[in-house]
């Protein structure tokens, strides 16, 4: 079952504890860690997970072991996010590693994206657009109560909310053109 509660102000405390720890054990590995998701906008309902995005060069045995050696797991699976309509071009842009947290951990979805990708950028333009726009996020976080009261699988909650996603990044993407919108610094 998908749950979705009140925005908690102990989230941004505990994505700062988590990515520090993450911090230390990447070093220079990660060039941007960042609290993305619902959980990383104030006053947003939202899953009780906190999403976190490491930015990286590339993929490289050294990041899976420096995160294996704080006790993620990385699965034997290749993942790659949902594709909006209309993007155009090289499909490694929506490649990610997605990184299982340790059972002494609370829980979160750790994505780990390359640097200046489609996918890397996609989130934290969703956020910050989802920051300034108040009435957006609020209607976000109706649908998405919507969508955890009234599907009968669970497990299909993603593929559902992922258009309605896209409709709101393609709103972010215009304001992003209009206001001249850049990727701020790392949160972590």
């Known amino acids: 079952m998908v749950e979705i509660v009140n925005y908690k102000t102990i989230w941004a405390f505990e994505f700062q504890t988590i990515a520090k720890r993450q911090r230390s054990a990447l070093g220079d590995l990660a060039l941007r860690i960042d609290h993305i998701g619902s959980t990383s906008v104030p006053g947003l309902a939202a899953k009780d997970v906190i999403d976190i995005q490491i930015s990286v060069a590339e993929f490289s045995s050294e990041v899976i072991a420096a995160m294996a050696s704080i006790g993620y797991s990385l699965p034997d699976k290749r993942y790659y996010d949902h594709v909006p309509p209309e993007f155009e071009g090289d499909q490694k842009n929506w490649q990610k590693m997605y990184f299982k947290a340790p059972e002494s951990q609370?829980?979160?979805?750790?994505?780990?994206?390359?640097?200046?990708?489609?996918?890397?950028?996609?989130?934290?333009?969703?956020?910050?657009?989802?920051?300034?726009?108040?009435?957006?996020?609020?209607?976000?976080?109706?649908?998405?109560?919507?969508?955890?009261?009234?599907?009968?699988?669970?497990?299909?909650?993603?593929?559902?909310?992922?258009?309605a996603v896209d409709l709101i990044y393609f709103a972010a993407q215009d304001w992003a053109r209009e206001t001249g919108w850049q990727m701020g610094p790392s949160d972590a």
């Open 106 to 163: 609370r829980r979160t979805h750790t994505h780990m994206r390359v640097l200046g990708y489609a996918n890397q950028i996609y989130p934290i333009l969703f956020r910050d657009y989802l920051r300034c726009h108040a009435g957006m996020a609020q209607a976000y976080a109706e649908l998405k109560r919507r969508l955890a009261a009234g599907l009968a699988d669970p497990n299909t909650y993603p593929e559902v909310k992922d258009p």
